[in-house]
């Protein structure tokens, strides 16, 4: 069956759909063929001028600000639904240009509108207080948007990635300049779509696509941007933190893993493994939270690989568009990185008891799915982030060394705990250093749980009421009342 996308993508700066100044696209690839889907408009330096100056005219204007909260939120669930409409055509837009299946497609569409209504609702909640300064003085808080919100998403989950930024950039009254990724901006694209549809003030979200080290640069270090959201690698946020620090601007980073599940030996054996494989083989692994380490006590390691590795070798490896379980890499880059990841944990002395390499026989950019066991701590598949279908296996023998290897990397994103034993499950979710722990379901949670990192995974909070809090600033306004002499010293 033929599926169509158009041919050409725009940029939507300042309500309008436009071309890169320099007239330059970018070519946009077909990852589970290799072939070439459409090109998008490529956005440089003075494309990012102009959508800035956008962004900031529309702040200035205070058209969402001074909107009353109650009808800023009625907009977003306006955009809600608008995605909700929209989610066939994303679902094919993501099915193509990410590798993503029909059903993982639509669940960007409605993981986009759930973050917009979630959000929506929020837009008249979030309240200041009063603080009492005694006879005299009345005083309070303002929740204050800090301006021009400048946001860079990821290829792996591009559309609910920007959504849940850009809905609290919204709802808090704050105007955006969003960079789609160059690999796979589509889905991004139709969010501009949505805000267009749903009537959202010109320049109060623009959306650019362009390359990281190009227009993404540009944006971090421009002189009138006031917030930095920033979702990516670790080697991209440290260089976006050297632009914040210039010019000091409050920055969310939301980075990469490593994360480590823990099954004790009392753990549901199949629950675990069967959780397991949803946390490392989902989107091939393409997944910031990916569960890329297993942990297992040694009485069940054999049973626990040995169901492991069943579910792997039955995965059907094929086009998302086909109804295949697992996808493909975005690129042959990023195949090739997780293929010599692999190759060196089997030269490293691993045993790759499943997989190990790419699938040569399709076209495009796939690896099959693959479960190393004797890994030792030390090992680089046991502390890089590989980004793909890859799972180191890890045994250990008392509570307290599982806790030792699930906390011995650099990241900490995520973490899991597999047990029937409630306090076990407390006092390892108690000990585990990340932001989020799963007890015996990967990728638990929702669109209402907190979600970010600890250690180099990053800072701030996305997803759930708090992270509202990243999008404002506190401005206090103290009142002296009356006309009486004389003030109190200031601190
Ligand atoms: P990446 O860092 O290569 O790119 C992310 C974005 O940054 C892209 O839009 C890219 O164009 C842009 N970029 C690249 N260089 C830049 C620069 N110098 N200045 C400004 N922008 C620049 O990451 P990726 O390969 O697209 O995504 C995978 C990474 O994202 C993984 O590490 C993954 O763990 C992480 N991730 C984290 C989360 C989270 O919520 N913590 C979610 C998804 C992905």
């Known amino acids: 069956m033929a599926h169509q996308i158009k041919d050409y993508w725009q940029n939507y700066i300042d309500g309008k759909w436009v071309d890169g100044d320099a007239g330059g696209r970018i070519e946009i690839e077909n990852p589970a063929t290799a072939t070439k889907l459409c090109e998008i408009a490529e956005a440089r330096a003075s494309d990012v001028d102009k959508a800035v100056a956008a962004a900031r005219r529309a702040f200035e204007s205070r058209v969402l600000s001074d909107m009353r909260p109650s009808a ?17 055509e994303i679902a094919l837009a993501e099915c193509l240009d990410n590798g993503k299946s029909l059903a993982g497609g639509k669940n960007e569409a409605l993981a986009a509108a759930r973050y917009f209504s979630y959000y929506g609702g929020a837009a008249d909640k979030l309240e200041g207080k009063m603080i009492p300064l005694g006879a005299g003085y009345v005083d309070y808080t303002i929740p204050a948007p800090f301006g021009v919100s400048a946001q860079i998403v990821p290829w792996n989950f591009p559309l609910q990635i920007a959504a849940r930024s850009v809905a609290c950039a919204i709802a808090t009254g704050n105007t955006v300049v969003l960079k789609s990724p160059e690999i796979s901006p ?20 623009n959306v650019i696509c362009g390359y990281g080290q190009d227009a993404g640069a540009a944006m971090v270090s421009h002189n009138d941007i006031d917030h930095i959201v920033f979702t990516g690698s670790l080697a991209t946020g440290r260089s976006i933190l050297h632009a914040a620090a210039e010019r000091v601007i409050p920055s969310v980073m939301e980075l990469g893993g490593k994360s480590a599940g823990i099954v004790y030996a009392d753990a549901d054996l199949e629950q675990a493994a ?32 040995d169901r492991l590795a069943e579910k792997a070798k039955a995965l059907t490896i094929g086009p998302g568009i086909d ?3 697992l996808g493909p890499l975005i690129s042959a880059p990023q195949r090739d990185k997780v293929e010599g990841f692999a190759l060196a944990g089997s030269q490293s002395g691993a045993n790759a008891v499943t997989g190990g390499r790419r699938v040569a026989d399709l ?17 680089t598949i046991a502390q890089e982030e590989i980004f793909g279908p890859v799972i180191a296996v890890l045994p250990f023998d008392d509570d307290e060394e599982a806790i030792q290897i699930a906390n011995g990397t650099d990241f900490g994103l995520v973490a899991g705990v597999y047990t029937k034993d409630l306090d076990r499950a407390h006092q390892t979710a108690d000990r585990l250093t990340a932001g989020q722990i799963f007890v015996n379901e990967w990728f638990a949670g929702g669109v209402e749980t907190p979600f970010g990192g600890t250690k180099r995974s990053g800072y701030g909070r996305e997803k759930g009421q708090e992270a509202l809090l990243n999008y404002v600033q506190t401005k206090n306004v103290a009142i002296k009342l009356g006309s009486g002499a004389g003030g109190r010293p200031g601190g």
């Not at 800023?72 to 066939?88: C, K």
């Not at 139709?190 to 749903?198: G, I, K, P, Q, T």
């Open 186 to 205: 589509l889905s991004v694209a139709m969010l501009a779509e949505a805000c267009d549809r749903a009537g959202v003030p010109a320049g109060c979200v």
């Open 363 to 379: 076209p495009g950019h796939f690896m099959q799915p693959t479960v190393f066991t004797g890994v030792t701590p030390d090992m």
């Open 323 to 325: 109804g295949c379980d």
């Open 72 to 88: 800023r939120g009625q907009l977003m669930q306006d955009i809600s639904r608008h995605f909700t409409e929209m989610a066939d």
């Open 274 to 305: 069967s959780s397991t494989a949803t946390g490392i083989f989902s989107h091939a692994g393409q997944v910031c939270s990916a569960q890329s380490r297993l942990i297992v006590h040694r009485s069940v390691h054999d049973e626990v690989v």
